[in-house]
């Protein structure tokens, strides 16, 4: 039996449950429009207080199966089905319907696709500015096998932020993520500022799959050289036992110590914590980011 399994979650880790009205009533809606989130696929720890008490989720799309296999996540890995056109305007509809104000959307990786997916990305981005003006758009992108025109073609749809996960740092990369390179994943946000000197560009790291102190601070000198602007981090937690297991349980006061390390490199804003996840808080953080930036015009 895997560590996480063994060991007895400390206190922090505990989380509420909250299947109310809200809950149901997203449940629902994402049902009937046939459209993924990755609070589902990935099982998400916070998804009783985004859908409960914020009303907010992330959506996932060009299907639940993923191309590469890591070994920290709970997606399905396999051979992904056909590429469902029509899938930009459900999830735009969905967002119109929720009346969200910002919205995160994140794809599995499609390497079986010669674009990596980013057309149905972009277009994604473009629907939900088209349907729902008022709604701002945060992407979590595969690194699109680290291709400049898979990358421009993101860039030039528009989204107000441009997120790429690293993960973990370097020495962990080859054995926790899958036909991913740790290098190729900062050339890919390098690149995005390469394209658009305003991109908006984001990243997270997950603790606790056997990373050191400065290992984590090299990962943070590393993202900063790339210009990424904001950055989460937050504890590893085992999806199911044939995911790696914990190696480690961080506590709030040393996430609280790695934020402050985070914002005196440089960075806009770090949300740090156990349970924070790539697009938690995501709507409240575009907002403090903004007003810090107060040069940004609205929509961007």
């Known amino acids: 039996m895997s560590e996480e399994y063994k060991l007895k979650k400390p206190p922090w880790l505990r989380m509420r449950l909250n299947t109310n009205e809200n809950y149901r009533g997203l449940e629902s809606l994402f049902k009937s429009q046939s459209v993924h ?94 349907k729902h003006p008022s709604c701002t758009v945060e992407v979590l992108s595969s690194d699109l096998m680290g291709q400049r025109k898979n990358i421009e073609a993101l860039v030039q749809s528009r989204p107000e932020i441009i997120g790429h996960n690293l993960e973990t740092v370097e020495r962990l990369t080859p054995v926790v993520r899958s036909r991913s390179t740790y290098r190729r994943s900062l050339d890919f946000l390098k690149t995005i500022g390469e394209l658009d000197s305003e991109a908006i560009t984001k990243s997270a790291l997950m603790l606790g799959l056997g990373e050191t102190r400065d290992e984590v601070i090299q990962a943070m000198d590393d993202l900063r050289e790339a210009d990424v602007r904001l950055l989460n981090l937050g504890q590893y937690l085992q999806p199911s036992k044939i995911q790696r297991p914990v190696q480690k349980y961080w506590t709030p006061a040393e996430f609280q110590e790695l934020k402050e390390i985070a914002l005196n490199k440089g960075f806009d804003h770090c949300e740090s914590g156990p349970l924070v996840r790539s697009s938690y808080h995501a709507d409240e953080q575009y907002q403090v980011y903004r007003k810090k930036n107060v040069n940004l015009q609205p929509g961007t």
């Open 37 to 130: 989130t990755v609070c589902q696929e990935a099982r998400c720890p916070n998804i009783h207080e985004c859908w409960g008490k914020h009303k907010t989720a992330s959506f996932m799309i060009l299907g639940d199966i993923c191309t590469r296999g890591c070994r920290f996540c709970a997606v399905k890995s396999g051979r992904p089905g056909k590429v469902d056109g029509l899938e930009p305007a459900r999830v735009a509809e969905a967002v119109k319907a929720m009346g969200l104000s910002h919205v995160v959307i994140t794809m599995v990786t499609r390497d079986d696709l010669s674009d990596g997916g980013v057309s149905l990305l972009a277009d994604t981005v473009k629907n939900i500015h088209e």
